[in-house]
């Protein structure tokens, strides 16, 4: 565009510049200022090549923006800005034109441009608060402009000064004129200006006269200051035109100047004048001078007189100085060797001059509006002086001088800056000259920054010099005193500024030191640099502050930081840098600085300087480096860019980022120096440059930007003070935020919040790094984060009640509670609070940040916490009492929680599969579900529930990274919460919407539960006496059905979808996809059941609705492409399975470790160690791997133990395993050792004694004899032991060289984990004195020999007790034994002292043995294994104790998994496993040896036992009801019996089998007290116990057996139970009133006598109690009405009654339970009243409640739940082995191809080609499998050609296929009936090769195969001839089987008698048979036919 239409481009830049502009756009960000830069440079660059183009388009711009008009300050300040801006770019513009440019038009943009200009700088004058700037800036402009356009400029000048020649006096405009101060002036312009003045200066009204003295001499400085070669020129060669000229106007001004007044306003011009000629100057400098040259010499004279004080008047003698001054500021630029007169001159004057202006007794001072002037006039004086004579410096020491006016200090400082900065012309002398004042000038720095800061006062200086204070001018009275201060305080922050200024020009004049010490140096640079640190916060003075900046910039320049102290520059830039960083850090922090950006730029400038330095000195970087304020100014660094990175303002986070950079570099500086790896010095090095490395990202929105820094804050692993402190000092600062944003919202969402939300992402992401910095240092495993054990005791499902009452109750319930909780616990409660934060105004927006922040944002080290949090949160909504409260404050916890977590687990954050598995979300997701169902169904519940769904799918897929305690459990109960929201059709909303919406949530509950059920076995709660196979199938048949039924709907719908349009479309969409999930639930569910569910769903391939069957064949073929393992429907199923349980507990990982087993000894408790003990010992040394094992064991052992003498003495778990090592594998050699030698001790004569203890000694004993008999026999006995090592036994010998080996290992390991650090040598005898062999010893003697020889009767050694005198011989010898053993000597024991020397002796010889039997190993498989066979009894114990502690094992491998070393599979197998094999049978808390309680038996016990009652089928059938069963103890310790009443069925069960049952069960309890919990939920007249039958009760059992029960409680009482009990009150007196009765309504107040844990009440009574709709308040209807609660649960209603009724004497509370599947109907009679009729009740109950509406629907709900999941019955299927798979399911593929629905062909070709992929059957390739592919309906012949190929290729599928075959015939339509027979046909031929064997059971299989088949040509009158022809036709070819077809036939006609239709049918068989082969037919007919019948 640029290139083709120039114009319109420039003009469409111009107008983006006009439209960006400030007073366009408002107030002004970083990015705005950036592009309105752009625009800027774009318009300059343009410029110079339309230079027309772009200044019109300027002027234009600024002629509107001067027209607008403007209201209040900010748009004031807008339009300054936009002025600025463009006076600016016109300048730059017109500064850049070329010269050669000048043509009309550029005339013509003169006349349109100047006029703007010139209102500028005429309308702005002072007053006006910008208008000094404006002013310069037109100024600036007006000079480029003038530069190549003069003439434009002068003709105006020149045309005003002719209009004042006419003018009348009253209106003298003479702004024109002043034109001339502020234009570009060479020496030609100005000549012509001179000209023009003296043209017309005579007829100039009088103040346009002073106008033209006071604006020519302006001119004459713009000529000097900016050309002055030109002027030094005219000193070496004089112009005449302009000494002409300057002549003439000294004339004309000097006969002007009559007066005093006026002389004094002219004679400034007039020694310019005079300058100007210089001719002239030398001719009047000689003595005589001719007249026209008097008047000058005169002006002289007088000049000089008047600065001497003589000229009369104040004012002649303030214009001579001024005179003066310009004389000597011009000689200045004269050069010396031109000795030209004006130098004697100036010396003439000069004295008087610096007397008059610089005297401190009496100031210059020409009042008070001329101040600036004076200043001037000093400054100009100043610099002159110093220029004429540099070391003259009687006036520098005046100004310096502490005693004198601040003016003189300001007018010092200034000068000094003044002769810095000009540019210097040659001659003139250096700033060098006065480098020796630089201490003074420091002393006036410091002095003048106190003043300064005091005055400001609002922040405490943070360093004071203690220095003199200036006396200024302190004389005015008391009354002005404040006024005073604060102008002081003024001029103080003008003289400090300078002062900054003066440090910026050049740093080294302020640091220069000549001759001090290095330390004095190193403080004087110290001070320094610390004071101008204290000026860059102030915001009140941004200049100063700016300024400082700048100095303090220069300062750091490396070359500059070299002077701070040259001796040690090093250590002094780490000392003195680091404050500088610190201090400015610290302010950056703790206020929000105004100009906090700026700042921080700076400090990035500040950083890079550092860095150069350190480079150019990068050898010795690190010196003085280590000192403590350094690593403060490191952490305060970090802590501030931390910080940084939360602002609202994009550009600061931007420069934060960038600044990581450079402490990168510094790092690597440092880390080269030191030669140590980076890491050490900055331990975030990485994370650092990845942040500087995004900086450059300038185009990003805010909020990118933000989630770039929050990914790379989550990437910071290692915790530094520095991220710690900016983590807590955010924290104060959100809370504080927090705080004022809910007492204070703005309106809109201004920066406080987004300032807010940056904060809060910031300690999301960075929260991480506090957890690791806050735990404790120690052992570094993790401990699981799973809150206290009493509240995770309850079981997974039924949540106890949690700690806090509700979580939204305040914010500080949390941390008050906890004080010690650390910040970031807070954090997360805090935000917990907000995410259902209430405000009206910003509570959405509070709540939404706070949700996608926690699921976005949070750092992943965080969620456990975070996990937990929401647990306890969730957890409280459920106590135990009453409903759950619904209220929208949950509503909404539950709805952000599930937001977060679908957020957590969606994003696969870096890191985050390491931390979600350290807390478990199992209990959570239950609580959600569980709150969730109950908010029934308006379409915000809907959409939760959808949502919760997705999370559940999002859970699964995340599986593998999350930890489960219990996920079989866990999953199964999810399934069944999320199957009942999937509604199908039976949801009949009206509102297409609703419809829409949960036709959504059908498909997310199917999509979660398909992802819920993949692999998962069906674990059914524990029902009412149902074995767990069947309950499985139950299980599995309501799922299935209910998913059929699903399916069901989804082509009912379709159908009628037909017609309709779009909606409609959309919905066969959603169909589609909610079959497709459904087929995929029902293949995930047989695949994962194949075991309980394959014989109940087979027969749906013969289902009459075709659609049903095509479904069910695309399950089955689902199933073999996922490959599932029919093995489980085998017999041995069960053992397998306990197989594989084992061999995972034995499973041993990569390093030897064992995962499982180590678990289990880690969580199972103390009481069943003994148990443990002996199941791990046989289970791994029946697999050869025990010694993996007592490794496993005993290294753990060692390494908890303190010393060598507590190792193995406890009751540990490797203790009892040691010792039954010791009982099992030593017994043998025990015996065969011990009993010789104690034979012959227990032989010893009646007067030999062996007590050594002598106040035991009986009379006549000798003391000495009997230590001599002890050591004697001690003697014999050790040798022994000692020699038999040969003997020991091989798995001894492992266990002690695993002891050994274990001790030397772990003590070495922990010595060097310990000793590492400290750099000590490890030595294993460094921690126990004794090496590691005497723990074999000690252990051996403690456990194995000594038990033995202290108690041989009871080791089993001997067969009766020793003597009482012989044990203590025994018991003293084993001390003896055990002291040589541990290698230590008596000491506490007198007695026993003498027996040392033997003891010290055989140390050696012991060691020796221990090291025989310990040194090596056995090959584990040569050790002989009596065990190798594993009794039922332990692999069932390891049952129960693995499913016992399945949920802590996954605790403790979740927080235990290292890192996912292990990883999840065992424990996910273990779980998939324990859930196959069901819940352990109830083991009896103690197994009491009843023989030996000598126990009466009644005389119906005896009756019983002696019929063998025990042994009957009928008595074991009732065993497994569990009608009667112990289990847990109460509270008191009692063991604790449970009779589930409904499990009795009155007629079914002989009532004497169940006396007898519960008297064996109760047997070995009852001669101690007991308890008994009886169950009556749901009990009624079927559960009765006949009269005669409850008598029985109170005399079968013995007397003491009644006296023992120390309490009965009976639960749930209903009706029924108080009608039967009034009914037989007779016979229940004894119990009417009785204190040992108590009735229980709840679990929890059975919680008061049994411990929850100790519970076993029947899942169905329990689950009665789960999310309940309770309506209270309500009116049972009946003769007399009662108040009752309506409780509708998920399968049952509840009616409970509110007020006790009495029942056996107590006062009780009725619950009466009525199941769904009991429930007749239901109905509304109005909107106060229903009724309900039962099944089993005559009368229907009514009942009156105002929400009768809500009642109704709850119930129907769950009766229509109830009714999808009922089966069509499907006929159950014959017991499938899994052989029999690829037969049955052969014929079903086949009948199925022949059907005339193309969708039910494609699904059997389908489930054919995955029949033969899985079983490879060979068809010789002529399958392809297929979707979409439309198989042609007449495709018999290919069916059978698959038969025929199969038949021959696959004959031993032969027997299942044709029984199948004949199974389905009969269910088969008349076409595929005949297509059934022809494919059958083929297979006939196998049956020959079955008939061959000798094995029966297959004969056997034929014949009944050939029954079933003549069965079927019975049956099928239609199909008859077909059969005859088909079946028996070809049986007939087939001569081998004649025999056994015959047999068959001839067998049935008899059965059916002469003349019977069966007798025909068979006849006719025969004659088809003969068909095929007559003869041998006829033959065998012959010979078989019994006689009577020929």
Known sequence: MAAHKPVE????????????????????????????????????????????????????????????????????????????????????????????????????????????????????????????????????????????????????????????????????????????????????????????????????????????????????????????????????????????????????????????????????????????????????????????????????????????????????????????????????????????????????????????LFNPAKPFWRGMGSQNADVELMMDCFVSCFRISPHNNQHFKVCLAASSPSTFHFVLVNSLHRIITNSHLDWWPKIDAVYCYSGELRFMFSDTLNRVIQGVGTHAPLRMTPSLTFKGKMTTSLKFKEKTTDLDTRSYKCLLLALVKLIHADPKLMLHNPVKQAPEMQSSTAELITGLVQLVPLTNTTQLSQEAMEALLVLHQPETIELWNPDSPIETFWDISSQVLF????????????????????????????????????????????????????????????????????????????????????????????????????PNYATFSELASVSNMMGTGRSTLQKRVMALLRRIEHPTPGNIEAWEDTYAKWDQATKQILNFPKNKADDGQQEWINMTGFLCALGGVCLQQRSTPGPATYSPPMGPMSERKHSMISMGPCDVSNPMASASSCSSSASNETPVSRFLDRLLVLLVCGHDRVGLHVRTNVKDLLGLELSPALYPMLFNKLRNSIGKFFDTQGPVPINDTNTQFVEQTIAIMKNLLDNHTEGSSEHLGQASIETMMLNLVRYVRILGNVVHAIQIKTKLCQLVEVMMERRDDLSFCQEMKFRNKMVEYLTDWVMGTSNQAADDDIKCLTRDLDQASMEAVVSLLAGLPLQPEEGDGVELMEAKSQLFLKYFTLFMNLLNDCSEVEDEGQAVGGRKRGMSRRLASLRHCTVLAMSNLLNANVDSGLMHSIGLGYHKDLQTRATFMEVLTKILQQGTEFDTLAETVLADRFERLVELVTMMGDQGELPIAMALANVVPGSQWDELARVLVTLFDSRHLLYQLLWNMFSKEVELADSMQTLFRGNSLASKIMTFCFKVYGAAYLQKLLEPLLRGVITTPEHISFEVDPTRLEQGENLEEN????????????????????????????????????????????????????????????????????????????????????????????????????????????????????????????????FNDFVKSNFDSARRFFLDIASDSPPSDSVNHSLSFISDGNVLALHRLLWNNQERIGQYLSSNRDHKAVGRRPFDKMATLLAYLGPPEHKPVADTHWSSLNLTSSKFEEFMTRHQVHEKEEFKALKTLNIFYQAGTSKTGNPVFYYVARRFKTGQINGDLLIYHVLLTLKPYYAKPYEIVVDLTHVGPSNRFKTDFLSKWFVVFPGFAYENVAAVYVYNCNTWVREYTKYHERLLTGLKGSKRLQFIDSPAKLAE???????????????????????????????????????????????????????????????????????????????????????????????????????????????????????????????IRPKDVPGTLLNIALLNLGSSDPSLRSAAYNLLCALTCTFNLKIEGQLLETSGLCIPANNTLFIVSISKTLAANEPHLTLEFLEECISGFSKSSIELKHLCLEYMTPWLLNLVRFCKHNDDAKRQRVTAILDKLITMTINEKQMYPSIQAKIWGSLGQITDLLDVVLDSFIKTSATGGLGSIKAEVMADTAVALASGNVKLVSSKIDDSCPEDTH
């Not at 209807?1677 to 409780?1687: E, G, M, P, Q």
Request: hydrophobic share 40%; charged share 25%; net charge neutral.
């Open 9 to 356: 481009w420039v003009q469409a830049v111009i107008t983006r510049f006009d439209e960006q502009l400030p007073i366009k756009v408002g107030h002004q960000n970083t990015h705005t200022k950036v592009s309105t830069e752009h625009n800027k440079e774009c318009l300059i660059n343009i410029s110079k090549y339309k230079f027309s183009l772009v200044i019109s388009g300027l002027t234009t711009i600024l002629k509107n923006v001067n027209n607008m008009r403007i209201f209040g300050e900010a748009s004031e300040k807008n339009l300054y800005l936009s002025q600025l801006i463009i006076l600016d770019t016109l300048e730059k513009c017109l500064a850049g034109q070329s010269k050669d440019c000048l043509r009309l038009d550029e005339t013509m943009l003169v006349k349109q441009l100047l006029p703007e200009i010139c209102h500028f700088i005429y309308t702005y004058r002072e007053g006006h608060q910008h208008a000094a700037e404006l002013r310069a800036s037109a100024s600036a402009v007006l000079f480029s402009l003038s530069c190549n356009n003069f003439n434009a400029v002068f003709s105006r000048i020149s045309t005003r000064l002719q209009e004042l020649t006419v003018c009348s006096e009253d209106n003298v405009d003479v702004h024109d004129i002043e034109l001339m101060q502020y234009i570009n002036v060479d020496c030609s312009k100005l000549k012509r200006l001179l000209q023009e003045t003296v043209l017309k200066f005579r007829a100039l009204k009088k103040p346009a006269q002073l106008a033209v003295i006071n604006s020519l001499e302006k001119a004459f400085w713009n000529w000097v200051e900016n050309y002055p070669d030109e002027f030094t020129m005219l000193y070496q060669r004089p112009q005449a035109d302009m000494a002409e000229a300057a002549e003439k106007l000294f004339d004309l001004v000097d006969s002007f100047a009559e007066s005093a007044k006026r002389k004094a306003a002219v004679w400034p011009l007039q020694i310019i004048l005079l300058i100007l000629c210089p001719e002239i100057t030398h001719t009047i400098s000689k003595d005589t001078v001719e007249d026209s040259k008097a008047n000058k010499k005169l002006f002289l004279d007088s000049l000089r007189k008047a600065l001497a004080g003589q000229g009369g008047s104040k004012q002649l003698t303030e214009s001579a100085a001024i005179a003066c001054v310009k004389l000597c500021k011009a000689s200045t630029y004269i050069n010396w060797e031109d000795h030209s007169t004006i130098f004697l001159l100036v010396q003439s004057i000069v004295i008087d001059l610096k007397a008059l």
């Open 583 to 682: 201090l400015i850090c610290r302010k950056l922090i703790g206020q929000q600085m105004v100009n906090g950006t700026e700042v921080l730029k700076w400090l990035r400038e500040i950083l890079i300087c550092r860095n150069k330095f350190l480079l150019k000195n990068k050898e010795c970087a690190t010196m003085g480096g280590g000192i403590p304020i350094c690593r403060q100014a490191q952490t305060k660094l970090e802590v501030c860019l931390y910080m940084f990175l939360w602002s609202p303002d994009t550009e600061a986070v931007l420069v934060a980022m960038s600044c990581f950079r450079h402490l990168c570099e510094e790092a690597d500086i440092r880390s080269a120096a030191d030669e140590v790896p980076v890491q050490n010095i900055l």
């Open 1267 to 1394: 230590q001599r008999n002890l050591l004697q026999i001690t003697e014999r006995f050790f040798q022994a032991i000692i020699g038999s090592s040969s003997e020991f036994p091989p798995q001894l010998r492992s266990v002690c060289h695993c002891l050994y080996q274990a001790t030397c290992h772990s003590l070495l390991n922990k010595a060097t984990v310990k000793e590492k650090k400290e750099n000590k040598k490890a030595v294993v005898s460094q921690r126990f004195p004794q090496n590691s062999i005497g723990a074999v010893g000690s252990a051996m003697f403690l456990r194995f020999v000594n038990p033995a020889i202290v108690s041989p009767y009871e080791a089993g050694i001997l067969d009766k007790k020793p003597l009482p005198r012989i044990e203590r011989g025994l018991k003293l010898m084993s001390k003896i034994l055990q002291s040589i053993a541990n290698h230590v000597l008596f000491t506490k024991e007198e007695h026993m002292r003498p």
């Open 1649 to 1775: 006598h049994i411990e929850p844990d100790q519970q076993k009440l029947p899942a169905a009574t329990l689950t009665l109690e789960e999310d309940l709709k309770v309506f209270h308040n309500a009116l049972k209807l009946a003769h007399k009405d009662t108040k009752v609660s309506i409780k509708v649960g998920s399968t049952a209603v509840q009616v409970t009654s509110a007020e006790r009724t009495r029942v056996l004497g107590q006062s009780v509370f009725l619950n009466d339970v009525y199941y769904a599947s009991e429930i007749e109907e239901i109905c509304l009679v109005d909107e106060s009243q229903f009724t309900l009729t039962m099944a089993n009740q005559g009368t229907p109950l009514t009942f009156m409640h105002q929400e009768c509406d809500a009642i109704v629907q709850s119930i129907i709900h769950i009766r229509t739940r109830w009714e999808l999941s009922q089966p069509d019955s499907i006929p159950q299927h014959t017991k």
